[in-house]
């Protein structure tokens, strides 16, 4: 099943990368979800902007990136928009966790968001 959301540009990502270096071993930093159950016909999401707005490190191999669209942090199906940032694979983390530790642990916000250009993707 596919799932649709927003990529982040390649020479956007190693930017950001750069300016917000991985805390973990395995940088991911290339998507924010929108549906992970989407059908293949479903339509591309409309919005093509976006901006960080926070971040969470579990400390424990996890670290995410909170993203606003649209002027909300808010997925329609209960979650946050986000970046998994990092992961430490060793320590069985997977990308897939980024929701639950925010949810269980919240995210703190920046002072500035980062404007972020995205594309409209299934993936």
Do not use: C
Request: aromatic share 6%; proline share 11%.
């Amino acid at each position: 099943m596919p799932v649709s959301g927003w990529k982040i540009d390649e020479a956007e990502r190693a930017a950001l990368l750069e300016r917000f270096p991985p805390a973990w071993p395995h940088a991911v930093a290339d998507h924010i979800t929108l549906d992970a159950h989407a059908r293949a016909d479903d339509p591309l999401p409309a919005a093509r902007a976006a901006g960080i707005v926070g971040s969470i490190d579990d400390g424990e191999g996890l670290q995410a990136m909170v993203v606003a669209i649209d002027g909300t942090t808010d997925r329609p199906d209960g979650g946050t928009y986000h970046i998994t940032w990092s992961l430490d694979r060793v320590r069985g983390r997977k990308p897939v966790e980024s929701n639950d530790v925010i949810a269980r642990l919240g995210w703190r916000p920046f002072d500035d968001p980062v404007p972020i250009p995205i594309i409209p993707a299934r993936f």
